[in-house]
Antibody, heavy 122, light 105 residues
Framework: QVQLVQSGAEVKMPESSVRVSCQASGGTFSSHAINWVRQAPGQGLEWMGNFVPIFGRTNLAQKFQGRVTITADGSTSTVYMELSSLRSEDTAVYYC???????????????WGQGTLVTVSS | DIQMTQSPSTLSASVGDRVTITCRASQTINNWLAWYQQKPGKAPNLLIY???TLKNGVPSRFSGSGSGTEFTLTISSLQPDDFATYYC???????FGQGTRLEIK
């Protein structure tokens, strides 16, 4: 049974960057995509992007292009999401989620991490 | 971008009721649609994918249907554990519906 374990909560200053990690265990890391989804307080779900290890490919939502970097360390089955130029509107819970391969990207998200709260405040 | 519109936003129902949530896509997405359940303070949980395929372990009272632009999630007989927020998601460009909060009447 796959398990995704995320790094702990962060408090960041505006204009800084944050990096959240997601370590996968119990599954085949390279044969799935890892997606990043965020949820602002009291709001819905927003897809940010994904990394597909088998292709070494990153797909990003247009909104986050230029501000999000997704990388991976295959030796530890860990995917990292870095969000830069933080602003108060980026305060949210950030989730990683495993996706089944679908073309060069992902289909449905069948396992989720526990979430990481990122608070942006001066 | 593909917009996903769920209705209703809030649904009040009782244990044992049959309920249906609708999700409409702004353009055709074939059957590339998933449904998730989310409880407060928890990560979403996949219920259905490919519009109508139940994830292993999900109770059979959940069902999904539709293709193209209109989809439904039906819960045949509500159980206490089902009161939660439900989201649809298309996996062409991954947008989610705004959510439907299912509350106890």
């Amino acid at each position: 049974q796959v398990q995704l374990v995320q790094s702990g909560a962060e408090v960041k200053m505006p204009e800084s960057s944050v990096r959240v990690s997601c370590q996968a265990s119990g599954g085949t890391f390279s044969s799935h995509a890892i997606n990043w989804v965020r949820q602002a307080p009291g709001q819905g779900l927003e897809w940010m992007g994904n990394f597909v290890p088998i292709f070494g490919r990153t797909n990003l939502a247009q909104k986050f292009q230029g501000r999000v970097t997704i990388t991976a360390d295959g030796s530890t089955s860990t995917v990292y999401m870095e969000l830069s130029s933080l602003r108060s509107e980026d305060t949210a819970v950030y989730y990683c989620a495993r996706g089944q391969l679908f073309g060069y990207s992902s289909s449905h998200f069948d396992s989720w991490g526990q979430g990481t709260l990122v608070t942006v405040s001066s | 971008d593909i917009q996903m519109t769920q209705s209703p936003s809030t649904l009040s129902a009782s244990v044992g009721d049959r309920v249906t949530i609708t999700c409409r896509a702004s353009q055709t997405i074939n059957n590339w649609l998933a449904w998730y359940q989310q409880k407060p303070g928890k990560a979403p949980n996949l219920l259905i994918y490919q519009a109508s395929t139940l994830k292993n372990g999900v109770p059979s009272r959940f069902s999904g249907s539709g293709s193209g632009t209109e989809f439904t999630l039906t819960i045949s007989s509500l159980q206490p554990d089902d009161f939660a927020t439900y989201y649809c998601q298309q996996y062409n460009s991954y947008s989610f519906g705004q959510g439907t909060r299912l509350e106890i009447k």
